[in-house]
């Protein structure tokens, strides 16, 4: 492969703190060296904003129940349709777009690598399939214990060490990137058709709270010595009042890795409400906020909540169902054997409904009240608070005052007083927004040591180029030309190769999952412990030997190996 | 040789505890298998190489001549439908979607004449679902509605329902109530604690009754719907108000009689109704083994699981136009592909004529009545026997097919991308 050179970047590179300088980047190999040599293919930035290719580090985009989401809404499909054209298929879908809708519209927007937010484990096989349909991203994938039952078993036994050695087997079994909590305790109890209010209930039958499998994962996962930590989506989700149990949950994790968060709490805009009812929703963004700028072990995704049609989908089976006894719309619901549930509905976010009003609000004071960036990453839960092509839009009520003040026109009435956003002088910056779309999710997801998040000498090829003139935009005012410049790159540079110019997919791709595989000591291979493998056959409906998911799902795989210390 | 833990490639259960004889490159026995199953690995019939039809009878080409003759048929036609899938591992599936969209044809499945309907019913109102271990360790209450377990799906009962105990249900046998509604007795209804013989066609009335009982409204149901007694019908929504955890499966019998989409949304809504009260789940008996597949692979390549037309350029899905029987009615299809299943043997007999009177390509490992409708036929691997591949269980539990062994038959997908090749461009990307 010959070079690349990209002249007169205007590059931000908060890994490397660069935060706003005109220079060029060498590419040989799909990775940035320090120069390349004449007859390199070169790329004129025009001094243009230059950043790492964009994370995503929850969204929902492949698997079982995403698919479900298509499979259910002929209507969605319908809303965001496209020709095949060049190298580019066909694609359907708005709110859950197919696979090679998703990858080709986050590749227009300069997203390079994503994080699928919830895969069951005996499910992952449909994930990786969908993967491989999702050619202009590297992917990864949260893997959902929050009920799985061998580990509960361990938490009750108080045995980190098994539930590490389940975690480790599971995790390589499946090719699966992190552990993911969802509703930790609550899944199991939907089996029965009910459900945990907050951390210190308890499970029937398994007898361990919610507190007690955040506290031994938490844990688990640093014995295991994984990149990322554990992925928390707290219980009471979308619940007035859920914003102490939100605060709770923080508390449970220690401080225990220099290099990251030792507990990720995603999409919070959903846990972070104060009132008892519907009737009397207000924000509690500010205590949720100040919770985090207490504890460095902490870091948030918004999940922000933007206006409009989309779906939601989640390992949240009981709180699915109490949305479709509000909304009555369809529902669908999967529950997965000794693992997780998944719920999914279709919704409207309205203006003329104050719940939703409060909610996004909430999402915004969020970025705007954590004081490190670094802590509080930009995301939508996509596509549940809203589809991720409205990531622009968000960046751009982020570093305009005046923008929000023209969208808290529209709100309706009844809402400002439940919410503090109209008091928020703060405007992010260009650095605050490459910290929170791209270098924040590289360091928390603990990927920045393969080269994601940053443009330095050693760093992955993926580049994201925005036909925008940091020096010639003042975004609290032009926050128009903000969301156009970063809905369409002028080019997205994946490994190393052009991939889009101006929106317009350049080349097939090839996707590249990166999974983790913890190296145990021979006495906690769970796939030689005849008590897990008896209880595999008995209770599972497939067999232990047709669980793993074969190499041959991977068109590239990534396997960060790690050595666990049990 | 002994090849364990074997994927069973007849029904959408996808028993995946087989254990296989291999000798010589013959399967000599199967243990575990239902007798539909073994049948399957043991039958030795296949067709030799591909053949073409002349005025004078079947003539063996070579494999090359025959992907020649069947890509330029598919780049001359006007309006080509692909169809069939149900018997093929996913990636033939994926192949066949990337092949329909390169030459703007319409893709079918098999789904279109068994649970089309029920997909209608569940986009219009969703679907409380589960995998299978869910019914298998917890359900107390399992429904069998419109169909024959015993017969079309074996093991069915014995691998997650009345004859397997789980986590929480230490005694199947003994503490799973097992309720059968049929028009007929059936070896199924023969092992059922309670029956439903309903008069045909009256499905869509005996759930409606249901639901308004569960309801509280039961004051509205007659002394009698479509042959059940009011009384049985309060009993039975009793007994399922009452359980720990029910699951409600359901087949052809409800989806293609009377009422059809109308008769699964109104199952799937008792369904939600239940779930107020305590914890319901429904799943669809899907036939085929990986007819399942299809409608996810497709689902996520195009955003629809079935009937998809291509004709202008992007997806288009709008099933009782795009549907297969619709095209072929209509006598709009001029050239068909029928990968992995029969569709002489199940279409109506206006779609079977339009079908013999249009080239056909067949891929399939064995002749069928299409066969004799069939251009040019070629005989492939069999999925799940001596070819590798992906299947979706009936529940979505997604699982590899194993190879066990060698018959010397190219596979679909090796067939497909070969077409695909000729038209032009790769299959994929």
């Known amino acids: ?566 | 040789m002994i090849v364990r833990d074997v994927i069973c490639p007849f029904c959408a259960c996808l028993c995946d505890d087989l254990d296989v004889h291999v000798e010589e490159g013959r399967v000599t026995g199967v243990d575990n298998a239902c007798d539909l199953g073994s049948h399957k690995f043991m039958t030795d019939h296949r067709m030799e190489g591909p053949v073409r039809r002349t005025a004078s009878g079947w003539q063996d080409i070579p494999l090359e001549e025959a992907i020649r003759e069947t890509a330029e048929l598919l780049q001359a036609a006007e309006r080509p439908l692909l169809y069939g899938w149900s018997g093929t591992c996913g990636e033939a599936q994926s192949a066949g979607v990337h092949l329909a969209e390169r030459v703007g044809g319409i893709i079918d499945a098999t789904t279109s004449v068994c649970h089309g309907p029920s997909i209608l019913a569940i986009q219009e109102v969703g679907h409380p679902g589960c995998t299978l271990g869910q019914v298998k360790n917890r359900a107390d209450v399992v429904v069998y509605w419109g169909c024959n377990p015993q017969h079309a799906h074996p093991r069915h009962l014995s691998r997650y329902t009345t004859y397997t105990d789980g986590f929480f249900v230490k005694n199947a046998f003994k503490e799973r109530r097992l309720i059968l509604a049929d028009i007929r007795g059936t070896d199924s209804t023969n092992v059922a604690d309670e029956v439903v013989r309903l008069q045909p066609g009256g499905d869509y009335a005996v759930l409606g009754a249901l639901r308004a009982i569960v309801r509280g409204k039961g004051d509205v149901v007659p002394p009698e719907v479509a042959g059940v007694s009011r009384e049985q019908l309060f009993r039975i929504a009793d007994l399922c108000k009452k359980a720990r955890y029910g699951a409600f499966f359901f087949g052809m019998g409800l989806t293609q009689t009377a009422g059809k989409y109308k008769n699964i949304r109104n199952a799937i809504e008792l369904v939600d109704e239940l779930n107020r009260h305590t914890k319901w789940t429904l799943t669809p008996m899907r036939g085929h083994f990986n007819v399942y597949g299809f409608n996810e692979v497709c689902t996520w390549m195009t955003g629809y699981p079935y009937a998809v037309d291509f004709s202008r350029g992007m997806a288009f899905y709008n099933p009782g136009e795009t549907t297969a029987v619709d095209i072929l009615a209509r006598k709009e299809c001029d050239m068909c592909l029928v990968v992995a299943s029969d569709p002489a043997a199940h279409f109506p007999a206006e779609a079977v004529e339009h079908l013999a009177s249009i080239p056909v390509v067949q891929l399939d490992p064995f002749p069928n009545l299409t066969t004799a409708f069939a251009r040019i036929q070629i005989p492939v691997a069999v999925s799940g026997i001596d070819a590798e591949g992906t299947a979706y269980r009936m529940d979505g539990v997604p699982l590899r097919l194993r190879k066990v062994l060698d018959r010397g038959y190219p596979d679909d997908v090796t067939i497909l991308s070969e077409i695909a090749r000729r038209i032009g461009e790769g299959g994929g990307a």
């Open chain 1, 1 to 566: 492969m010959t070079g690349l050179l990209i002249k007169n970047a205007y590059v931000i590179d908060p890994l490397n703190g660069i935060r706003g300088e005109v220079m060029d980047i060498a590419v040989r190999d799909g990775w940035i060296v320090e120069s390349v040599q004449d007859g390199a293919e070169v790329i004129d930035a025009k001094g243009c904003l230059t950043l790492p290719g964009g994370i995503d580090s929850h969204t929902h985009i492949c698997g079982t129940k995403v698919n479900f989401g298509r499979y259910m809404m002929p209507e969605d499909m319908r809303a965001g349709r496209t020709q095949r054209r060049g190298v580019m298929h066909s694609t359907s879908g708005y709110s859950v777009p197919t696979t090679y809708g998703n990858s080709y519209r986050y590749c227009a927007m300069g997203y390079t690598s994503v994080l699928e937010g919830a895969m069951a484990p005996l499910e992952a096989r449909h994930t990786h399939e969908e993967f491989a349909a999702t050619p202009l991203q590297d992917t990864m994938a949260n893997t959902l214990f929050d009920g799985n039952w061998p580990v509960m078993e361990a938490v009750r036994d108080h045995d980190v060490k098994r539930a590490a050695a389940i975690v480790a087997w599971t995790l390589a079994a499946v090719k699966g990137f992190a552990i993911k909590l969802t509703n930790p305790g609550g899944s199991e109890c939907w089996g029965w058709g009910k459900n945990v209010k907050c951390i210190r209930e308890t499970v029937p039958y398994f007898e361990v709270s919610p507190a007690e499998i955040i506290e031994i994962l938490v844990r688990a996962n640093e014995l295991l010595r994984l990149p990322h930590s554990v992925h928390l989506h707290c219980n009471n989700l979308g619940v007035p009042g859920n914003y102490q149990c939100t605060i709770g949950s923080m508390d449970l994790a220690p401080d225990l890795n220099p290099d990251r968060q030792s507990l990720y709490l995603t999409h919070v805009q959903f846990h972070a409400y104060g009132g008892t009812s519907w009737k009397d929703i207000c924000s509690k963004a500010e205590p949720v906020a100040c919770a985090v700028n207490q504890r460095p072990q902490i870091t948030i995704d918004m999940g922000q909540m933007m206006f409009g049609k989309t779906t939601t989908m989640t390992a949240d089976g009981p709180m699915e169902f109490n949305l479709y006894r509000l909304h009555h719309n369809k529902w669908s619901n999967h529950d997965v054997e000794l693992e997780t549930t998944a719920g999914i509905i279709p919704v409207y976010y309205s203006r003329t409904s104050v719940v939703n009003c409060v909610m996004w609000a909430i999402g915004l004071e969020l970025a705007l009240m954590v004081r490190n960036p670094w802590q509080c990453l930009l995301a939508t839960d996509n596509p549940n608070g809203g589809p991720f092509i409205k990531y622009p839009e968000i960046i751009a009520l982020l570093m305009s005052r005046r923008y929000r003040e023209e969208e808290l026109q529209n709100l309706a009435p009844g809402t400002m007083s439940r919410i503090t956003l109209p008091a928020l002088d703060r405007e992010l910056d260009w650095h605050d927004i490459a910290v929170m779309t791209r270098a924040g999710q590289a360091r928390a997801l603990g990927i920045r040591s393969i080269g994601k998040g940053h443009l330095g000498p050693g760093a992955e090829a993926d580049i994201a180029i925005y036909p925008l003139r940091v020096d010639e935009t003042d975004p609290s005012r032009q926050y128009r030309d903000v969301i156009r410049a970063f809905q369409k790159t002028s080019w997205t540079v994946k490994r190393g190769r052009p991939v889009a110019r101006d929106g317009e997919i350049l080349v097939p791709g090839t996707n590249k999952t990166i999974w983790v595989k913890p190296k145990v000591p021979e006495e906690y291979d769970m796939g030689k412990d005849p008590e897990f493998a008896r209880n595999f056959d008995r209770y599972y409906t497939v067999r232990m030997s047709n669980y793993p998911v074969q190499d041959l799902y991977l068109q590239r795989s990534l396997c960060m190996e790690s050595e666990a210390q049990l």
